[in-house]
């Protein structure tokens, strides 16, 4: 059995007239992320743990932000299109965990929702994706929510013999 991890890490600025999309489910607040796509900072940390697992690059090397086409884009097909890419290589996806650092809203009444999202989109057991939820304790840009950040790990899996 081979084994590799990868890790992600993103920050978006938080705006007024902006949705806040994460993990591709809209919290209603007053404001959102900013970002050439729809600034979902968890899956784009998600997908940056994909493709380091890959050593595939990262996510502005897949899908950069001088693309028109990925302007306003829904964050979803990022991830689809690197879960595929996880299964080109032969791999399958063991575990996803996941930080979210967002002082307001709070998180926790919608994390089944993001949970099951995410795990739809990949195309893996809702068991598989953990997401948890911290705030910055009211300092630096994070606690002064001027913006959101969020952390992922995975690995990802492929039996040999199969190979
Ligand atoms: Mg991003």
């Known amino acids: 059995m081979i084994v590799r991890s990868g890790l992600g ?6 705006v007024e007239g902006r949705a806040l999309v994460v993990g591709g489910v809209i919290l209603p607040h007053k404001k959102g992320s900013l970002g050439h796509s729809d600034g979902d900072a968890l899956i784009h940390a998600i997908v940056d743990a994909l493709l380091g697992a ?15 086409r990925w302007k306003d884009a829904p964050s979803r097909i990022f991830l689809e299109e690197a879960s595929q890419q996880v ?40 068991e598989q994706i ?30 040999e013999n199969e190979r």
């Not at 606690?143 to 039996?159: D, F, H, P, R």
């Open 87 to 126: 299964r080109k290589e032969g791999y399958e996806i063991g575990n996803v965990d996941t930080t979210v650092i967002l002082e307001r809203p709070r998180l926790r009444p919608h994390i089944a929702a993001i949970r099951q999202n995410l795990a739809s989109i990949m195309g893996i057991r809702t």
């Open 54 to 68: 890959l050593a595939l690059g990262d996510i502005g090397t897949h899908f950069p932000d001088s693309d028109p």
């Open 9 to 14: 890490y993103d920050v978006h600025r938080l």
């Open 130 to 159: 953990s997401v948890k939820a911290t705030t910055h304790e009211k300092m630096g840009f994070l606690g002064e929510e001027k913006g959101w950040a969020c952390q992922a790990i995975v690995t990802l899996v492929k039996n």
